[in-house]
């Protein structure tokens, strides 16, 4: 069963650019939330999706937002990028609630 | 405020040695706990878990020790060995259907040869 893949692995972007990230989770794995990682803060949360509504939302701006679609991939989008959003952002998919997370390779986005 | 809190950023062990991560949680509304490693330039991957009502759980050579009344688990690698340097984030997982996995900030283990 292929696992969880997101693309494009590595982005570069300048300040002001907006980005879309996609991610496509384990084939039958409805939830997908996304995770932004940077040096010293950890796995920080984004956001949840389920069944194409979005569950659940961590502290971040309004200029970070997702969508699921029905085939449950799911992209997340940040306008207006500053220098502190680069980060390395995980997407990752579970089968039901309660069960463990499965992770991307994720995609290590640049802003210069 | 950090709701789970993995103190130590960095541990070094020697190979073949045990090696102990720790982790502290202040939400007492979790209802279980998972531990994740994460290889550079990869994904976290799932390694072990323990629910709020079991007091250990151990999978080959990963042990998970959880401390209820003093808010407090531990992940215990024996023997160590090369591949298991990465880092290693604690998360803890509420009891409602809508409650997201809170991680720490990960452990960087370094297995020395």
């Known amino acids: 069963k292929a696992g969880v893949t997101q693309t494009p692995r590595y982005l570069i972007k300048t300040r002001g650019q907006q980005v879309t990230l996609s991610c496509s989770p384990i084939?039958?794995?409805?939830?997908v939330s996304w995770y932004q990682q940077t040096p010293g803060q950890g796995l920080q949360f984004l956001f949840e999706?389920?069944?194409?509504?979005?569950?659940n939302k961590g502290n971040f701006p309004g200029r970070f937002s997702g969508r699921q679609f029905s085939n449950s991939r799911s992209e997340m989008n940040v306008s207006t990028l500053e220098l502190g959003d680069s980060a390395l952002y995980l997407c990752?998919?579970?089968?039901?609630?309660?069960?463990?997370?499965?992770f991307g390779n994720g995609t290590r986005l640049t802003v210069t | 405020d950090q709701q789970v809190k993995q103190n130590s950023p960095s541990l070094s062990v020697q190979e073949g040695r045990i090696s102990i991560l720790n982790c502290d949680y202040t939400?007492?509304?979790?209802?279980?706990f998972l531990w994740y490693k994460k290889y550079p330039a990869e994904g976290p991957t799932f390694l072990i878990s323990?629910?709020?009502?079991?007091d250990k759980n151990e999978d080959g050579r990963f042990t998970v020790f959880l401390n209820k009344s003093a808010k407090h688990l531990s992940l215990h690698i024996v023997p160590s060995q090369p591949g298991d340097s990465a880092v290693y984030f604690c998360?803890?997982?509420?009891?409602?259907?809508?409650?997201?996995?809170?991680f720490g900030k990960g452990t960087r283990l370094h297995i020395l040869p």
């Open positions: 323990i629910s709020s009502i079991k």
């Open positions: 990752a998919s579970s089968l039901a609630d309660n069960s463990p997370l499965h």
């Open positions: 998360a803890g997982v509420g009891m409602n259907r809508d409650d997201k996995i809170i």
């Open positions: 084939s039958g794995h409805r939830s």
């Open positions: 939400n007492s509304m979790f209802d279980y």
């Open positions: 999706y389920f069944s194409e509504t979005q569950r």
